[in-house]
């Protein structure tokens, strides 16, 4: 069970007070579903946290966004340009 939780990017703890866990699972039996573990988790009305599974073992991620109203690389291109700082005129007395 302890590789299944691990496996699932759920920190644990083996003890007997439920008292001090966000959410705690007696499992008496050897035999147990994987399934019915989750369910008794999510069931439990504390906070947990939980460490996010990554693909391939990767240690990072790189996210890259843009401009969902350009429609084309063009109207991304113009909408810089149009957008751009344009120099102050300099006041003369």
């Keep these: 069970m302890a590789r299944f939780l691990a496996e699932e990017g ?4 083996i003890s007997d007070d439920r008292r001090v866990y966000g959410a705690y699972v007696d499992v ?7 399934a019915e573990l989750l369910e008794a988790i999510d069931a439990s009305g504390g906070p947990l946290v939980r460490i996010g ?3 391939a073992g990767a240690r990072s991620a ?6 969902i109203d350009a429609i084309t ?6 909408r810089s ?3 751009r ?3 102050q005129k ?4």
Excluded: N
Excluded at 10 to 13: G, I, N
Excluded at 73 to 78: E, G, R, V
Excluded at 90 to 93: A, D, N, T
């Design 28 to 34: 008496a039996s050897t035999t147990w579903r994987e």
């Design 62 to 67: 790189l996210a890259a966004t843009g401009d």
């Design 90 to 93: 300099e006041r003369h007395p």
């Design 85 to 87: 700082r344009k120099p």
């Design 10 to 13: 759920l920190p644990f703890e």
């Design 73 to 78: 690389l063009l109207d991304f291109a113009l």
């Design 81 to 83: 340009w149009e957008t």
């Design 53 to 55: 599974r990554w693909p």
